[in-house]
């Protein structure tokens, strides 16, 4: 029996080192990648270059600072750069940890995906929805240039995720997160995966609705069934049976000056995103509101994001009380599509 204590440099040290088994599911992305040394095209190398990597940079100090041994399993589902990303690839991201984690007898003391960092956002998300019931923790990793290269913050993302596993482990706590180095050094930002932004243009930064620094220890603990969510049912209900994400039409707008509202006779629902303020052109000469009616008339359902509960309201804002808006309140835009997308294809 391992008696824990906490000395003062904050890790963990015990009479027998404890085995801490983590699942590995790499997909992809730059941080696979290595760059061509003539042309300077990044393509995908290894999938598991970020583990070998960490193996001979950081492994065995981790293990020293927490008196454990860390052995991984590395299964690789599919390996594309992330802005191919499509719902084949969600799909076999669930089945390929579903059955790991759900299927078998395992001992893992938690799971890191690897992926890219153009669609970061849409797997955290994408894992935040399916796997709420995961009573561990699992941690999406991903990089701003391939790992061997000088500014590459991958391997920083990587040592994070483990320490957090560990100390989970170590501790009982338990979630499911996105981790990003935004410039700061060698200090890594955790944050609720359903709660990340999409990268603003020509930038390396993530940020996200609520850092899990400023949220304390209720991320940790998430609570089941947010947003309308059955989150202990949903993935066994995508895993029982749903329709190819592939034929689920969901379309995802953005607001811009002069928008025309689109026709939508083919699509299931419409996501919008808003404004920072959580406004959209809803004026007369908009044509938001006979959207609406055509929205009504083809059972299309409208779903509208970014708008923080409890904000000042807008006049722009007053049509959303229309039986024909769903407002997800202090939900992003890619949690918003993403929940859409994946609870409709549950319905034929």
């Given at each position: 029996?391992?008696i824990?204590?906490?000395?003062?440099?904050?890790?963990?040290?015990s009479?027998?080192?404890?085995?801490?088994k983590?699942?590995?599911?790499?997909?992809?992305?730059?941080?696979?990648?290595?760059?061509d040394?003539?042309?300077?095209?990044?393509?995908?190398?290894?999938?598991?270059?970020?583990?070998?990597?960490?193996?001979?940079?950081?492994?065995?100090?981790?293990?020293?600072?927490?008196?454990?041994?860390?052995?991984?399993?590395?299964?690789?589902?599919?390996?594309?750069?992330?802005?191919?990303?499509?719902?084949?690839?969600?799909?076999?991201?669930?089945?390929?940890?579903?059955?790991?984690?759900?299927e078998?007898?395992?001992?893992?003391?938690?799971?890191?995906?690897?992926?890219?960092?153009?669609?970061?956002?849409?797997?955290?998300?994408?894992?935040r929805?399916?796997?709420?019931?995961?009573?561990?923790?699992?941690?999406?990793?991903?990089?701003?240039?391939?790992?061997?290269?000088?500014?590459?913050?991958?391997?920083?993302?990587?040592?994070?995720?483990?320490?957090?596993?560990?100390?989970?482990?170590?501790s009982?706590?338990?979630?499911?997160?996105?981790?990003y180095?935004?410039?700061?050094?060698?200090?890594?930002?955790?944050?609720?995966?359903?709660?990340?932004?999409?990268?603003?243009?020509?930038?390396?930064?993530i940020?996200?609705?609520?850092?899990?620094?400023?949220?304390g220890?209720?991320?940790?603990?998430?609570?089941?069934?947010?947003?309308?969510?059955p989150?202990?049912?949903?993935?066994?209900?995508?895993?029982?049976?749903?329709r190819?994400?592939?034929?689920?039409?969901?379309l995802?707008?953005?607001?811009?000056?002069?928008?025309?509202?689109?026709?939508?006779?083919?699509?299931?629902?419409?996501?919008?995103?808003?404004?920072?303020?959580?406004?959209?052109p809803?004026?007369?000469?908009?044509?938001?509101?006979?959207?609406?009616?055509?929205?009504?008339e083809?059972?299309?359902?409208?779903?509208?994001?970014?708008?923080?509960?409890?904000?000042?309201?807008?006049?722009?804002?007053?049509?959303?009380?229309?039986?024909?808006?769903?407002?997800?309140?202090?939900?992003?835009?890619?949690?918003?599509?993403?929940?859409?997308?994946?609870?409709?294809?549950l319905?034929?």
């Amino acid at each position: 029996m391992n008696i824990l204590c906490q000395p003062a440099h904050g890790g963990y040290m015990s009479e027998n080192k404890r085995a801490i088994k983590i699942l590995i599911v790499a997909t992809g992305g730059t941080i696979a990648c290595r760059s061509d040394q003539i042309s300077g095209i990044r393509n995908i190398s290894d999938p598991y270059l970020i583990t070998d990597i960490f193996k001979d940079n950081g492994k065995e100090a981790l293990e020293e600072n927490y008196a454990v041994n860390i052995e991984f399993e590395l299964i690789s589902p599919y390996e594309i750069l992330s802005e191919n990303l499509s719902g084949d690839e969600i799909e076999k991201l669930f089945f390929a940890i579903n059955e790991k984690l759900f299927e078998k007898d395992n001992d893992y003391a938690g799971v890191i995906v690897t992926t890219g960092s153009d669609t970061y956002a849409y797997v955290c998300a994408a894992l935040r929805l399916l796997f709420s019931d995961y009573e561990k923790t699992m941690v999406a990793v991903c990089a701003n240039d391939p790992p061997e290269d000088e500014n590459s913050n991958g391997l920083l993302h990587f040592t994070a995720a483990c320490e957090m596993i560990v100390n989970n482990a170590l501790s009982g706590n338990r979630g499911i997160f996105g981790v990003y180095e935004n410039g700061h050094g060698n200090t890594a930002t955790f944050y609720d995966a359903g709660s990340i932004l999409p990268q603003p243009a020509f930038s390396d930064t993530i940020s996200a609705y609520v850092p899990l620094d400023e949220a304390g220890s209720d991320l940790l603990n998430m609570p089941r069934g947010e947003m309308g969510v059955p989150s202990s049912s949903l993935r066994l209900r995508f895993k029982e049976g749903h329709r190819p994400l592939k034929d689920v039409k969901v379309l995802l707008i953005k607001p811009y000056p002069g928008m025309r509202y689109p026709d939508i006779k083919e699509a299931e629902a419409v996501v919008f995103d808003t404004y920072h303020s959580g406004t959209l052109p809803t004026d007369e000469k908009s044509g938001f509101k006979e959207f609406l009616e055509r929205a009504k008339e083809s059972g299309t359902i409208v779903i509208i994001s970014g708008v923080k509960k409890g904000a000042g309201v807008y006049a722009s804002e007053k049509i959303y009380e229309d039986d024909a808006v769903n407002v997800l309140y202090d939900v992003t835009s890619v949690m918003a599509y993403m929940q859409t997308w994946i609870m409709l294809s549950l319905h034929g």
